[in-house]
């Protein structure tokens, strides 16, 4: 499996960032992905997660008022939709990905995703 974040910058406080993660090779039928941040001198982060099992997606948002999940299964992609940023969202933000789980991914802890890609920097300035 191989994981590839993209989508972000630098943007002003108040304003709106969509990060996209490109996902191949997966071979299971169940997984989850989740969106994960961690932003200096701070433990990582859960924002959301998403998960397939028995043919379904679900989608779990931690802070739905803030980071919303989506995917589109056809191009293999997972998105993480980010409203109102403020300085304190500037971070790395990682998508990552674990066999199994699927619609329990709210289950999960940072430390039990198996896969990461490279993560991609989010700076808020005020």
């Known amino acids: 499996v191989q994981l590839v974040e993209s989508g972000g910058g630098l943007v002003q406080a108040g304003e709106s960032l969509r990060l996209s993660c490109a996902a191949s090779g997966f071979i299971d039928e169940e997984f989850a992905v989740g969106w994960i941040r961690q932003a200096p001198g701070k433990e990582r982060e859960i924002l959301s997660c998403?998960?397939?099992?028995?043919?379904?997606?679900y989608h779990q948002d931690l802070r739905q008022e803030k980071f919303r999940i989506s995917s589109d299964p056809e191009k293999n992609m997972v998105y993480l939709q980010m409203n109102h940023l403020q300085p304190e969202d500037t971070a790395i933000y990682y998508c990552?990905?674990?066999?199994?789980?699927?619609?329990?991914?709210?289950?999960?802890?940072?430390?039990?995703?198996?896969?990461w890609g490279q993560g991609t920097q989010v700076t808020v300035a005020s």
């Open positions: 998403m998960g397939r099992q028995r043919g379904k997606y």
């Open positions: 990552a990905a674990v066999d199994d789980w699927g619609q329990w991914c709210t289950a999960l802890r940072h430390y039990d995703y198996e896969v």
